[in-house]
């Protein structure tokens, strides 16, 4: 007799499947084919940020389902527009069609959405759809990653004989801290990026930072000894 309480096997993740249910029917059926998983990860994650930033939130939710609806059909299709008539806005959302005029209106004035091509007879208009425009980035990490390109092999050396004096739970800790900061920023921090970012920070750990500051005195507006 067949155990009731025996637990199926697990079955392995499948992060294709996983990322197939976020994406529109018919490219979560060709994706493999036509669409990388990194692409659809890396909207997936954009998406994420938008829904989170306060300058999402304080949409009203009609708003904010229009604006889902169209980044649905457009960048989670690979596109930056769609053609689109109200009525198929109503039938796709539920929404009245008086909401969806208004709301539009809203997402128009606010700069999420733009009219690429007018609506001619028996011809939807175009959308162009934006993401919410990424808030300013910060000067002092374009300086980071600026100064980490201009290190010298003496440099490089020196960051290589350092980095084992890092504990594994040290430098994760340092790395989920850029990446937390990168994205209250409102960006996607890649991994080249985070690990410049955690190279400059080790090296101005230790008395080497000295050392660069005799280096590069404009880096910390320091007359130059050299």
Same mark, same amino acid.
């Given at each position: 007799m067949p155990n009731p309480f025996e637990v199926p096997p697990s079955q392995p993740f499948d992060e294709e499947a996983e990322v197939a249910d976020f994406l529109p029917p018919d490219l979560a059926l060709e994706g493999?084919?036509?669409?990388?998983?990194?692409?659809?990860?890396?909207?997936?994650?954009?998406?994420? @940020?938008?829904? %989170? &930033?306060?300058?999402?939130?304080v949409l009203s939710p009609?708003?904010?389902?229009?604006?889902?609806?169209?980044l649905k059909h457009t960048h989670g299709r690979g596109e930056r527009e769609v053609r689109m008539s109200i009525d198929r806005f109503v039938?796709?959302?539920?929404?009245?069609?008086?909401t969806v005029q208004k709301q539009l209106k809203t997402l128009i004035r606010v700069g999420l959405v733009t009219i690429g091509h007018p609506a001619r007879q028996r011809v939807a208009p175009t959308y162009?759809?934006?993401?919410?425009?990424?808030?300013?980035?910060?000067?002092?990490l374009k300086?980071?990653?600026?100064?980490?390109d201009? @290190?010298?092999? %003496? &440099?490089?050396a020196e960051l290589k004989r350092l980095a084992p004096l890092l504990s594994p739970s040290q430098r994760e800790e340092m790395a989920s801290e850029i990446h937390l900061s990168l994205r209250a920023d409102g960006l996607l921090p890649s991994q080249e990026l985070v690990t410049k970012i955690l190279s400059y920070r080790l090296l101005h750990l230790f008395p080497y930072k000295h050392e660069l500051m005799k280096k590069h005195p404009g880096w910390y507006?320091?007359?130059s000894q050299r």
């Open positions: 493999r084919a036509t669409l990388s998983s990194d692409w659809r990860l890396a909207y997936i994650d954009q998406l994420h @940020l938008t829904m %989170e &930033d306060p300058r999402f939130l009609t708003a904010q389902l229009l604006y889902l609806h169209l039938a796709e959302t539920k929404l009245a069609w008086m162009l759809v934006h993401w919410l425009p990424q808030l300013a980035q910060r000067e002092v300086d980071i990653v600026t100064r980490y201009q @290190l010298d092999q %003496e &440099d490089l507006d320091l007359p």
